[in-house]
């Protein structure tokens, strides 16, 4: 599967960005997405998780209130809306994807396929 993510950029805090990544190639009936991000100079962590129904997605408790996971299976893609966004969300946001569901979904080393990232960066 090759992932596509996209809608980073430069926002004030308390600014909204949107992020999608799109899916390409084989479909799978439990396709796992997910999102992290790594800031310079920092490992990749984890932001958000949401199975393929779409329902119940997990969030870090760092972002957990503030952003929005969502899914068109569709057009084979997830969102993720970012709102009062902080310096400190700063960084550059990776899509992930697996298939079937894990345990350890915040652990980067547990997906396969991954986008090619794209830079959000929070002005104070």
């Known amino acids: 599967v090759q992932l596509q993510a996209s809608g980073g950029g430069l926002v004030q805090a308390g600014g909204s960005l949107r992020l999608a990544c799109a899916a390409s190639?084989?479909?799978?009936?439990?396709?796992?997405m997910g999102w992290f991000r790594q800031g310079a100079g920092k490992e990749r962590t984890f932001v958000g998780v949401i199975n393929r129904s779409g329902g119940s997605p997990i969030y870090s408790v760092l972002v957990k209130g503030r952003f929005t996971l969502s899914r068109d299976n569709a057009k084979n893609t997830i969102y993720l809306q970012m709102n009062s966004l902080k310096p400190e969300d700063t960084a550059v946001y990776y899509c992930g994807g697996r298939i079937g569901w894990s345990t350890r979904y915040y652990r980067p080393d547990d997906y396969i396929d991954w986008g090619q990232g794209t830079q959000v960066t929070v002005s104070s």
């Open positions: 190639g084989p479909t799978y009936s439990n396709y796992i």
